[in-house]
C-alpha cells in the first residue's frame, strides 16, 4: 500500500503555484533563502505543476467551446456588465444556455476535483529546517502534498 497522499488538480494549480509564487516573492525581498538542494527540488515541482497547468488549461478550452457561444473567429462570446459607475466588469462567458452554464460549472468542478499524480521531488526535513523564516503553513502544504519526506514528530 501506498502512503502517497491523494492530490487534487485544484491542489497543485491554486495552492502549490500560489507557494511558488510566495517563494519566489520572498526570495526577491531578501526575506527568505532557500538551501540549492530545496530550490532546484522546488524548481524540478515547479515544472511539473506547470505540466498540470498547460493540461488543465487545454481541457478547459475544449470544455469552453462545447458549453460557450462562439464569435464568428472562434473566441467564446464574453458578456460585459457595467458596475454602477459604468465602468464594464471583469465580464463572463456567453453560455450557449442556463442548462450549458449548469453542466459546465459542474464538469469543471469535477476536472479540479480530479486526483493528479505529479511525482513531486522530495525535499528532506533536514534541508527545510535550513530555511529561516518558512512558513508552518507552508510546511503543512508541502507535507499535505508529499513533498517533505522524513517528517518525524519530536
Do not use: C
Request: no cysteine; proline share 5%; net charge neutral.
Amino acid at each position: 500500500m501506498s502512503n502517497k497522499p491523494i492530490i487534487l488538480r485544484s491542489q497543485v494549480l491554486n495552492d502549490f503555484l500560489s507557494l511558488v509564487s510566495q517563494f519566489n516573492q520572498l526570495q526577491v525581498n531578501g526575506t527568505i533563502f532557500l538551501p540549492h538542494k530545496v530550490s532546484y527540488a522546488m524548481s524540478k515541482n515547479l515544472n511539473k505543476a506547470l505540466s498540470i497547468q498547460k493540461e488543465s488549461n487545454a481541457w478547459k478550452r475544449d470544455a469552453i467551446k462545447k458549453y460557450v457561444e462562439m464569435d464568428k473567429k472562434g473566441n467564446p462570446v464574453i458578456e460585459q456588465e457595467k458596475q454602477m459607475n459604468g465602468q464594464p466588469t471583469m465580464g463572463k462567458y456567453k453560455f450557449l444556455s442556463p442548462k450549458h452554464e449548469e453542466d459546465f460549472k459542474d464538469v469543471y468542478e469535477s476536472h479540479l476535483n480530479e486526483e493528479v499524480k505529479p511525482d513531486f521531488n522530495r525535499i528532506s526535513l533536514s534541508d527545510l529546517e535550513k530555511v529561516d523564516n518558512l512558513p508552518v503553513v507552508t510546511l503543512a502544504m508541502l507535507e499535505s502534498m508529499g513533498i517533505i519526506s522524513e517528517l518525524t514528530l519530536a
